[in-house]
């Protein structure tokens, strides 16, 4: 899979809100074991994944993903950034995910930074 289709898909994952649909997302594009880890989430596996995806899209119901300005890869790593907003409206959280492949070109690590979160 290209980086650019594996970004489509990544970010199609997060907004994806059939729960069949989404785990299958989720199974295409993590290794079994994959992980994902940023400052609020450490899941291990790809149903830890997709719970973790679950929780945030109850956090944000009226909200989706989209590319931010930054994608750079190279071998079998890719870093860039990602908004969640409203739809047309401004983001309201934005990071930067460092996505590492297996073998197979399927993700075995996504180490996540949040840049920009809302406040209590």
């Known amino acids: 899979m290209s980086f650019d289709r594996l970004l489509d898909r990544y970010l199609a994952a997060w907004n994806e ?44 119901p009226d909200f989706a993903f989209r590319a931010g300005e930054l994608f750079d890869a190279h071998h079998d790593i890719a870093r860039f950034t990602w908004e969640l907003g409203p739809a047309g409206g401004e983001a309201v959280v934005v990071g930067f995910d460092v996505v590492v492949l297996d073998d197979d070109g399927r993700i075995r690590n996504v180490h996540g930074f949040l840049d920009k979160v809302p406040t209590a």
Do not use: N, S
């Open 17 to 60: 809100r059939d729960a069949d649909k989404r785990r299958a997302l989720v199974d295409e594009l993590w290794a079994p074991e994959g992980t994902y880890t940023d400052p609020l989430a450490d899941a291990r596996g790809r149903e830890a994944v997709d719970a973790t995806i679950a929780a945030v899209q109850a956090q944000f």
